[in-house]
């Protein structure tokens, strides 16, 4: 069997030999190779030529950016990005610059902490094994967010039911390379539609807020991370909060968001099932779903009960999809409505609402 090459970059030696350890747990992997900043981790990269680096990002000489650019650059590599919670931010810029995915360290402080990683750690290194790097090369830098040219945000019109729109919500799941294909989906809009937008992202618990704080300056909708009672309103985008999961209620005319535990069989937090099984059930055939990249079958449950309650469901193309898992899971299902690539998906959503309507 050929074995997964990884060269582990990080400045911390007790961290280098704790990730080793952990990878070379896997009978799959070797590391090839080590490095303790930026500069070594090219000359690493360019000469072992491994199947996957993992990267600290905080580094001497050259931080885990630059050297994000000049491997995608000169030889594009899948990077699993290794940070602590306090790094969030710097975690959703270097998937911009081609990262694949990240983990977090339950600690910023070097420790034994650091172990606690390992079953992460070794499933992100496994989906590696179906990653489709075309898709990343190819995929376009997102928007750079520009200052608003009004100090309040449009709200978007009133939707009733019945009304001229085909759908009052738009519920989107994705995993890995979710968070740039989510970015390119949501910054598209010019003007808040007429529909509501929620959002599983499998996300480990304390980086979905910054991750939907990022989202909304680079969008004209008003982005969030999801709490327990917020309003499913034209305009608004509601971000499963990572280790919960994202579920619906009717509240006298109105549908707000309950945020619930995952339960025991729920195998991938926030659950994509989970969401869309609840947006049926209140929604029926005004339920718009989106099965973006990802690894596992998180989501085919969801199409099923979608598609039950009359609603339509697209898919993410093989062509574009960093992981090919879960759009082709629900694909498998016979029940997805079209399967197109990712710079599509934007347009065919907004023929599929119904017209143009808050949507430039």
């Not at 070594?40 to 650019?69: A, C, N, Q, Y």
């Not at 081609?98 to 600690?107: C, M, N, R, S």
């Not at 079209?338 to 959503?349: N, S, Y």
Request: proline fraction near 8%; charge should be neutral.
């Amino acid at each position: 069997m050929k074995k997964i090459r990884i060269v582990v970059i990080d400045d911390s030696a007790f961290n280098r030999r704790a990730i080793t350890r952990m990878l070379e747990d896997m009978p799959e992997v070797e590391v090839v190779g080590y490095a303790a900043d930026g500069e070594e981790g090219v000359r690493k990269v360019i000469d072992l030529k491994p199947d996957l680096v993992t990267l600290d990002l905080e580094m001497p000489k050259m931080d885990g950016f630059t050297l994000l650019r000049i491997i995608m650059g000169y030889r594009p590599t899948p990077v699993i990005v290794i940070s602590a919670n306090s790094d969030d931010e710097k975690v959703f810029k270097a998937l911009e610059f081609g990262a694949i995915d990240f983990v977090a360290k339950p600690t910023s402080a070097i420790s034994e902490e650091l172990l606690k990683i390992t079953e992460d750690l070794q499933q992100k290194v496994r989906s590696a094994l179906h990653l489709n790097m075309a898709g990343i090369i190819r995929r376009e830098r997102p928007p750079v967010p520009e200052p608003a040219p009004q100090p309040v945000r449009k709200s978007a019109p009133p939707s009733e039911p019945g009304g001229c729109g085909r759908f009052d919500v738009v519920a989107i799941g994705a995993s890995t390379g979710g968070p740039p294909a989510l970015q390119s989906i949501l910054a598209s809009f010019k003007e808040p539609p007429p529909f509501a937008v929620v959002v599983s992202q499998h996300m480990p618990a304390g980086f979905t807020r910054t991750f939907a704080e990022r989202l909304n300056r680079l969008s004209v909708l008003e982005i969030k991370e999801a709490a327990d009672g917020d309003l499913v309103r034209p305009g608004r985008v509601l971000i499963a909060p990572g280790g919960w999961n994202l579920t619906f209620v009717r509240k006298d005319d109105a549908v707000v968001a309950r945020i619930v535990k995952p339960a025991r069989n729920d195998r991938y937090i926030p659950s994509v099932d989970a969401m869309l099984c609840s947006c049926a059930a209140i929604f029926g055939a005004r339920v718009l779903g989106v099965i973006l990249t990802g690894m596992g079958n998180d989501g085919s449950k969801g199409v099923r009960a979608v598609k039950e309650s009359g609603g339509m469901v697209l898919a993410e193309s093989e062509k574009s999809a960093v992981v090919y898992g879960m759009p082709k899971e629900a694909a498998a299902t016979g029940l997805v409505d079209k399967v197109l690539p990712l710079e599509r998906m934007f347009g065919e959503i907004r023929l599929r609402c119904g017209g143009t309507a808050g949507i430039g």
